[in-house]
């Protein structure tokens, strides 16, 4: 089933069970949901709770970055390097940027990039300038560049109004040997939505049987990463959930995703911050999804006619 008819169809049956009128218009573009006197709007399946500020600070890493620094919450070190063709006044500022001045591995990403789009992993410097150039080539006005870390679990944290709905991690995209296929064969039958394999692996390679190899950096689900349900007894649940907390109430956030990573080392840190929640492909794949997806929403669209 398609992402978006998987998140229609949670809405409507939340909606049935609720007894919310709902209809839907240009093409279901637009979903109005109607309680007593009520009507909400859904557009594009999102539900905007946010208020416009909370929402353009999300939409910037950086400064997502300095204010949740500026409130000690830990997070991944960002720089930032603006594009001087379109921000020639800010240019100034590439001066200190000195992550692409070493040989140490490096995340380039577009200061607006989601679902794992216009990201990076570099190592050598001519490598780190192409990818600089060709961001700004593509009209690109500002990049960040973070740290690589070697992280063990992605988490995700559902946040509502000051409270954390939900929480499951995220394993990077591997892969298990029969001694027979290569990592190639491997990756095409075993591992959905894979779009980039790790630049580091050897495709040819043909592991031995049961022997486990990491076929991919990026923890979106989007691009191949696994989805794994948790409980409360998980080690790092409370610490995920405080942290995940404080983020959401700094940014002046209603409903969001918080990414938080534990790295091997046991560090945590917040990796970045999501205004725009999506959770139809974690639906899609982890068993029990479409009901886990329900709940979430019937608890949304609580909050949609309280405010």
């Given amino acids: 089933m398609k992402e978006e008819n998987i998140t229609r169809r949670m809405i409507e049956e939340v909606c049935k069970e609720k007894g919310i009128e709902r209809t839907n218009l240009s093409y279901d573009w637009i979903i109005i949901l109607k309680k007593g006197k009520k009507e909400k709007k859904i557009v594009n399946y999102r539900f905007h709770l946010n208020e416009k500020r909370a929402t353009e600070l999300t939409n910037d890493k950086y400064a997502t970055y300095v204010l949740l620094k500026h409130y000690g919450i830990p997070i991944i070190k960002h720089e930032v390097l603006f594009n001087e063709e ?24 577009a200061n607006d ?9 570099c190592e050598h410097e ?9 961001l700004f080539e593509e009209g690109k006005d500002m ?11 992605e988490y995700r944290a559902i946040f ?25 064969q491997l990756i095409e039958r075993d591992v959905i939505y894979l779009t980039q394999p790790s630049q580091d692996i050897d495709l040819k390679y043909v592991p031995q ?53 534990v790295t091997k080392d046991k560090q945590i840190y917040v990796m970045e911050v999501n205004s725009n ?20 929403y019937a608890k949304v669209i609580d909050k949609f006619f309280e405010n």
């Avoid at 990039?113 to 992993?121: A, P, T």
């Avoid at 990049?143 to 679990?153: A, G, Q, R, S």
């Avoid at 610490?239 to 990573?261: C, F, P, R, S």
């Fill in 86 to 109: 379109i921000m020639p006044d800010l240019v100034y500022a590439n001066d200190n940027f000195n992550l692409l001045r070493n040989h140490e591995k490096v995340v380039i990403k």
């Fill in 209 to 261: 049987k049961d022997e486990q190899v990491i076929v991919g950096w990026k923890h979106n689900l989007s691009n191949g990463a696994i989805p794994i349900l948790l409980d409360e007894k998980d080690l790092y649940y409370e610490q995920i959930k405080n942290m995940a907390e404080k983020a959401g109430k700094a940014l002046d956030l209603n409903y969001a995703t918080v990414d938080v990573v």
């Fill in 277 to 296: 929640v999506c959770i139809s492909k974690f639906c899609q794949i982890v068993p029990n999804g479409f009901e886990i997806g329900k709940k979430i």
């Fill in 160 to 184: 509502l109004y000051g409270e954390i709905i939900y929480i499951y991690k995220k394993q990077k995209p591997f892969v298990v040997g029969d001694g027979k296929l290569n990592l190639r």
């Fill in 126 to 134: 001519n490598e780190k300038l192409q990818i600089v150039k060709q």
């Fill in 113 to 121: 990039s989601f679902q794992g789009k216009d990201v990076y992993l």
């Fill in 143 to 153: 990049l960040t560049v973070c740290p690589f870390m070697d992280i063990e679990y």
